[in-house]
């Protein structure tokens, strides 16, 4: 899935733990996508620690004798960077930095990295840093930072081109500053979304790397940055589109994660506003996750914290060119039918079943379904306008005829 590593990758090693929450292979699988992220920040995997503890240790969050195993591996591969899967104390980052002797970062600041490299306009990278220097500001006493050999790097990068600063007093100012830029800045993009008038506003969602900026492409013809690596997109990216002479909004926005950071959440309140002013989500999955459903939930998570829960949605299940399953043998009579045997027609049932028309199966990749979508799309955008502009609903006939 990788692709060829470079010399530059940082080494790094991970660490996970396996307790009544999440059983092996759900650890295994937030480690996969931790690797993911860790890769995306531009680190190279080298092993995986994985321990079992119930409550983790106050001290160094996993216990003494898997710190020791970790020590000597740090020790003997000189690894740069530890990343946590679970967010760590100020403390016990403090105390796991002291025994390790190397930056010790968590999945928080690791998300919080890679949208520092991904930020490209002025507003995202107040966001971010703003982001970036609360979740810093307490743990400032211990960090890496007196280890000069370590300095730079994964976790210490501010958006653009710079390095996040570490003195207490100037993260402090900064913080000041850069709340109050964000202040003008949500007022001017406030006005911006007013100012697009009462056009139908749709929303692409959906977890990070499901395909909403390729959808966004197909959909608008327009050239959105797209790739396989996470949080491809940042900025919001708003096109009017056209189906069958009825205009529209539509807009693709930031991807969302399991555990986004709270200081994500909040300081990304404009383009998090996009969504909770549309009229209508196309909430998009890529179905050929083995994971999507919990993905969907950590949507819905994300969409109830910004009160976007009730919002009319379609559901749109995306990457069904590479949608696989596990077969049973036809003279198996023991194997019992479990999801990962779902075929897709199953799924479609599954779904179709709980929310009927308002689940759709597409690739945007190959371009397959995409006039179902086009058709579903239109009819709920359709419904929404004519309450707006009710004079030239003649304009649109209840089926979409393409120009
Ligand atoms: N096989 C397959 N791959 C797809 C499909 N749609 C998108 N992809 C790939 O999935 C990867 C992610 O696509 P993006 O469009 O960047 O996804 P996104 O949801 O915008 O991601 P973020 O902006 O990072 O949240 C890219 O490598 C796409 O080429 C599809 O229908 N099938
Ligand atoms: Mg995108």
Known sequence: MLEKKTLNYEKVVLIGVINQHQDE????????????????????????????????????FIGSGKMQEVESFVDEHEIGTVVFDDELSPAQQKNIERILRCKILDRTSLILDIFAQRAQTSYARTQVELAQYQYLLP???GLWTHLERQRGGIGMRGPGETEIETDRRIVRDRIALLKKKLVTIDKQMATQRSNRGALVRVALIGYTNVGKSTLMNVVSKSDVFAENKLFATLDTTVRKVVIGNLPF?????V??????????????????????EADLLLHVVDISHPNFEEHIESVNTILTEIKSQDKPTIMVFNKIDNYVHEEIEEDDLITEKTKKHFTLEDWMDTW????????????????ENLSDFRERVYKEVRKIHVTRFPYNNFLYPEIIEES
């Open 255 to 276: 991807g969302f994660i399991r555990k986004l950071p709270t200081q994500l959440v909040e300081s990304f309140k404009s383009t998090l506003d996009e969504v909770r």
């Open 352 to 367: 179709m079943s709980k929310i009927g028309d308002n689940a759709l199966f597409i690739s945007a990749l190959n371009k």
């Open 249 to 253: 909004l539509l807009s693709d926005t």
């Open 139 to 141: 743990r400032l006493t």
């Open 25 to 60: 292979a759900k650890s295994k699988e937030y480690l996969d996508e931790l690797e993911f992220l860790t890769y995306t920040a531009g680190g190279e995997v080298l092993k995986r620690f994985i321990q079992k503890v119930d409550i983790p240790n106050p001290k160094t």
